[in-house]
């Protein structure tokens, strides 16, 4: 009996002695998300502004309203106001960058301020695109775009589109292709630097997700050094699967994400066969 007794005082110890552990998702305080573009073209020019989440919350970024942005040429000083069209979209329809100058982006909410500066490349000129694969005789992709194989009679096709142009050979150069797939932003990133082809013609391909009677339409973007290390970057970490991710690094001060890109543009589309 005695026996009973001490085992029973001993789990009523062990009972008595649990912690309950609170484990701390590592909170963080939210960061202002900036995408601010310049285009050479007029009516293409928009800033984006939203905020991030915590681990726990899952809605999307929400918008930011009531900002102050400006966008200053800083070879003519002259400065324009954009005007805030839905929210957190800040636009002005007339607003066109000029090659060769360099522009300063200026965010004010509340008592915060956050500045970046590109500059605006000479402009390339995109000779053409040609489809180098067929529809359906490229490795296909799963639901979902993960790029990986897949055996689903519905998947994708991966296409292989080649956009020809001569790089300048006077100056480093760096381009970004925004491709749309019947009116819908392809979220892909595409990045190329001259580095190897400094000066000649271009004929490396792009893969891009598409069926046959698809349109896509490939938005050449000459940019600057800084945003082209920012998508880099950006691009590393969507693709890395191991180490823990890191922001890309941003040409936005004071702590915001986000890019600024002053850019040159031009749009050529192809119907896929």
Not at 32 to 51: D, P, Q, T, W, Y
Not at 139 to 154: A, I, L, T, W
């Amino acid at each position: 009996m005695k026996k009973y007794i001490v085992i029973s005082f001993a789990f009523l110890f062990l009972i008595s002695c649990e912690k309950v552990i609170d484990i701390d998702l590592n909170k963080s305080n939210p960061r202002f998300v900036i995408e601010g573009n310049l285009s050479n073209k007029a009516s293409e020019s928009k800033v984006m502004i939203s905020k991030t989440l915590n681990f726990d919350e899952t809605t999307t970024y929400p918008l930011i309203s009531g900002a102050l942005v400006t966008i200053t040429d800083n070879i003519l000083n002259q400065t324009d106001t954009l005007d805030e069209s839905t929210t957190g979209i800040y636009i002005k329809p007339s607003l066109t960058g000029i090659e060769g100058h360099t522009y300063t982006l200026k965010v004010v909410i509340g008592n915060e301020i956050f500045e970046a500066i590109s500059t605006m490349p000479y402009y390339v000129n995109l000779d053409s695109l040609v489809q180098e694969t067929l529809a359906g005789s490229e490795s296909h992709f799963g639901p979902g775009g993960s790029g990986k194989p897949g055996s689903n009679s519905n998947s994708e096709t991966s296409i292989q589109i080649t956009p020809n142009y001569i790089d300048p050979i006077d100056s480093e150069n760096y381009y970004q292709f925004v491709v749309t797939r019947n009116d819908t932003l392809v979220n892909d990133i595409f990045i190329r630097s001259d580095v190897g082809f400094n000066g000649s013609s271009s004929h490396l391909p792009l893969r891009v997700k598409a069926d046959k009677g698809d349109a896509l339409t490939i938005d050449m973007q000459c940019i600057d050094n800084t945003v082209y290390n920012y998508f880099f970057g950006l691009n590393e970490n969507i693709n890395q699967s191991s180490a823990t991710p890191a922001n890309p690094t941003s040409n936005i001060n004071n702590g915001a994400l986000g890019y600024f890109k002053a850019y040159t543009s031009q749009k050529e589309t192809i119907s896929i066969e």
